[in-house]
């Protein structure tokens, strides 16, 4: 079975993050939420309390094939600020396994160099932050192991995106067809 960590850090966008913990768990993929905090309990961008599956200090990261990053502020921002987390984003784009971010989040690969080259997408506005990356404006962008999406409203895209790189497209398809989804 594969894994995935979506990483919790204050002011998470809520729906980015819970929406692809749902898609990928009813896909059969096992979704670890980490809060980047000492407390489980994580507050969203909008007041929302979401109790994480863990802590970042508890998350076995040699046994994840993804590392997912929501967007949201100051989410993103404290994401970033997290340098455990920030080194093992970067040895996963160096061991090329999977990274993933969505909305202002990919702004956090573009920083650390791992869009060069690579096409990309991110929330309005941050396209300046996606450095030596080939904007487009789909909404999810997936390019070698690097999976980037716009926002909120692609939540379900990019959830589904993660699916079809673990678990094929037709698997990808029979959900979307599930969730009455396009």
Known sequence: MNKIAIFLAAGFEEIEALTVVDICRRAGI???MASVTADVVVE????????ADCTLEEVD???????????????TTNLEACDKLMEQV???DQAGKYVAAICAAPSVLGHR????????CCYPGFEDQLKGAEVVYDAVAVSEHVITSRGMGC?????LAITAVFCGDEKAKELSKGIIYE
């Open 44 to 51: 969203g961008s909008h007041g929302i309390k979401v109790t």
């Open 90 to 92: 970067n040895a996963f």
């Open 30 to 32: 096992s979704v670890t």
């Open 61 to 75: 990261f040699d046994s994840m094939d993804m590392l997912v990053l929501p967007g949201g502020m100051p989410g």
């Open 113 to 120: 160099g791992i869009l060069e080259g690579r096409k990309a």
């Open 155 to 159: 939540a379900i895209s990019f959830g």
